[in-house]
């Protein structure tokens, strides 16, 4: 915390820790699911630049990198990819 911002209890700092850890969860869901997904177009035979266009945010050279990542480090079922 920096000098601008006010001191919190103990109750409030425990509760803002979970909820952030939480948050941490869902995205690391998130891109597991993501990465199914994009794994799944692959297999589709979908181009970098179709797979880029649906994600709505991803660029193709950030799904080629991701694909390169997954055919290197397959995700295990159920568990959430990193990197």
């Not at 709505?56 to 390169?68: E, I, Y």
């Amino acid at each position: 915390m920096t000098d601008d911002e006010p001191e919190v209890s103990d109750s409030m700092l425990t509760e803002r820790l979970a909820e952030t850890t939480r948050r941490i969860e869902d995205g690391e869901k998130a891109r597991a699911e993501r990465d199914k997904l994009l794994l799944e177009a692959r297999r589709r035979e979908w181009t970098q630049e179709r797979i880029a266009a649906a994600t709505s945010g991803m660029t193709q050279q950030a799904v080629s990198k991701r694909l390169r990542y997954l055919a290197n480090n397959p995700p295990a079922t159920g568990e959430p990819t990193t990197e």
